[in-house]
């Protein structure tokens, strides 16, 4: 599977990521490893799978491993995207042990969250199997975990809704009621970006037809979220809205339900659970 970069994975991310993750958790040193390993030992070890979904975080591994020691070396056997099973080795490492030990425990964080994610993700496309629905994520994740929640919803297959506050205008039922109303949310927000220079995409969310109405008067949007809506009726939704704008169905969408809202025409499904409910990938780090 060909996983796109995304703009957010830049090499100042990463190694802002990498480094704020070791720094919480080796503090003033690895104790353990600098008590019980001799300074000169050298050992190799092997990631095992231990259970069965989609391996992410493999390309990650051999920054944290470098970060930690810039003399370990990483042999890379299964790649990102691949679908394992109990028992597959992802990869090997080797060099100094107590190297291998420091960095251990950062790298199964990392890549067993990672690869629940891809996994569900890779799990909800299937349901959508047959329409033209695409899988979004949200800004429903963990903090200072972000980068890579997104980017595996990228190796399952997903698409990525907005990184942050910061890349997209969504104008949710909060704003809506405290702007008095979705055209004057519109029209504010479309006045900031004219006062401001900057330029954006704007979605605004809808609880009800009439809303839905009240946007396709208005105009000066690029995608229409149609929010907590049951199947019957998002498909008048869709049917009202007639292709003049994309949309996206959100709000308590479950593997029980996913299939159904994705038959109604939408154009995007976006689910929180992909980055807040889901159940980590078993991965170890073994020596051998």
């Not at 790649?79 to 490492?93: N, Q, R, S």
């Not at 200072?144 to 990184?163: P, S």
């Not at 104008?171 to 405290?178: A, F, G, P, R, W």
């Not at 704007?202 to 229409?224: P, W």
Request: hydrophobic fraction near 40%; proline fraction near 3%.
């Amino acid at each position: 599977m060909q996983t796109p970069t995304p703009s957010y994975l830049t090499p100042e991310a990463l190694t802002t990521f990498i480094r704020t993750a070791l720094a919480e958790d080796v503090g003033d040193g690895d104790h353990s490893a600098l008590s019980s390993i001799p300074a000169d030992a050298r050992n190799r070890a092997h990631l095992l799978v231990k259970g069965e979904g989609i391996l992410a975080g493999v390309a990650l591994a051999p920054l944290i491993f470098s970060e930690v020691d810039p003399t370990l070396t990483m042999n890379v056997l299964l790649t990102d995207g691949t679908l394992v099973k109990h028992g597959d080795i992802a990869f090997t490492v080797e060099g100094p042990a107590r190297s291998i030990l420091t960095a251990e425990r950062l790298v199964l964080n990392c890549m067993q969250r990672m690869s629940g994610i891809a996994t569900y993700t890779a799990y909800l496309n299937t349901l959508l199997a047959g329409t033209k629905a695409k899988l979004l994520d949200t800004r429903k994740t963990t903090p200072n975990f972000r980068l890579c929640e997104k980017w595996a919803v990228l190796i399952g297959g997903g698409v990525n809704h907005r990184y942050g506050l910061f890349d997209m205008i969504i104008l949710k039922d909060n704003h809506v009621d405290y702007a008095g109303g979705v055209a004057q949310a519109i029209r504010a927000s479309r006045a900031y970006l004219a006062s401001t220079g900057r330029q954006m995409p704007i979605e605004i969310e809808t609880r009800s037809l009439e809303e839905v109405q009240q946007v396709l008067n208005a105009g000066g949007v690029d995608r229409i979220m149609l929010d907590n809506m049951d199947a019957e009726l998002l498909r008048e939704a869709v049917e009202l809205i007639n292709g003049r704008f994309p949309t996206e169905a959100s709000g308590g969408i479950t593997e029980q339900t996913i299939a159904g809202v994705a038959s109604t025409g939408v154009d995007y499904i976006s689910v929180g659970a992909l980055t807040h409910s889901v159940k980590s990938l078993d991965l170890s780090l073994k020596a051998y």
